[in-house]
T-cell receptor, first 111, second 115 residues
Framework: LAKTTQPISMDSYEGQEVNITCSHN???????ITWYQQFPSQGPRFIIQ???TKVTNEVASLFIPADRKSSTLSLPRVSLSDTAVYYC????????????FGKGTRLSVIA | GAVVSQHPSWVICKSGTSVKIECRSLDFQATTMFWYRQFPKQSLMLMATSNEGSKATYEQGVEKDKFLINHASLTLSTLTVTSAHPEDSSFYICSARAGAGNTIYFGEGSWLTVV
């Protein structure tokens, strides 16, 4: 699976939009890009998944350029409760292929 | 989204004893489940892939005789830590791939403390 690279940490004030960019240069044709959020002592929570262009749900947006070598998770108007670690992962469309985690991005939202 | 549940949420056991952690897919069938371990301030580390009705596939460096995985049904996988030692104390998390969109969902995690 393609390795992902994302910033180790980010800080933001409440109410701001936060964009976390992830690079996955060696992504394969049948790979999806998936983002998870993890709070301390909890399992990762699925945020959003996409293949190309733009995906939006009630929580976030995911922007994927045409070459799919990177992606950007956009969190609108963050609050203190969005302080967490965010993981960008490549999800191969195959039943037996697990997700392999990188270090993630630790987002700190400040009042 | 799909629900994956783990039990227990936390467990304390004595060194040398064994402890079992259950992972259930509550609203979907999972032929494959994945087990991870996470130490404080670190990322998730894949331990093994659990396949229903067959042997689990372990990652390099994970002792299969120490971390016994059983996937006896389409909704249940269990991880048994045998002869536990304090260094096995960690946060154990399972996940399963749900059908639509092939999304992987995670359980709440289980804290194991070996004293």
């Amino acid at each position: 699976l393609a390795k992902t690279t994302q910033p180790i940490s980010m800080d933001s004030y409440e109410g701001q939009e936060v964009n976390i960019t992830c690079s996955h240069n060696n992504i394969a044709t049948n790979d999806y890009i998936t983002w998870y959020q993890q709070f301390p002592s909890q399992g990762p929570r699925f945020i959003i998944q996409g293949y190309k262009t733009k995906v939006t749900n009630e929580v976030a947006s995911l922007f994927i350029p045409a070459d799919r070598k990177s992606s950007t998770l956009s969190l609108p108007r963050v609050s203190l409760s969005d302080t967490a670690v965010y993981y960008c992962l490549v999800n191969r469309n195959s039943g037996n292929t697990p997700l392999v985690f990188g270090k993630g991005t630790r987002l700190s939202v400040i009042a | 989204g799909a629900v994956v549940s783990q039990h227990p949420s936390w467990v304390i056991c004595k060194s040398g004893t064994s402890v079992k952690i259950e992972c259930r897919s509550l609203d979907f069938q999972a032929t494959t489940m994945f087990w991870y371990r996470q130490f404080p301030k670190q990322s998730l580390m894949l331990m093994a892939t659990s396949n229903e009705g067959s042997k689990a596939t372990y990652e390099q460096g994970v002792e299969k005789d120490k971390f016994l995985i059983n996937h006896a049904s389409l909704t249940l996988s269990t991880l048994t830590v045998t002869s536990a030692h304090p260094e096995d104390s960690s946060f154990y998390i399972c996940s399963a791939r749900a059908g639509a969109g092939n999304t992987i969902y995670f359980g709440e995690g289980s804290w194991l403390t070996v004293v």
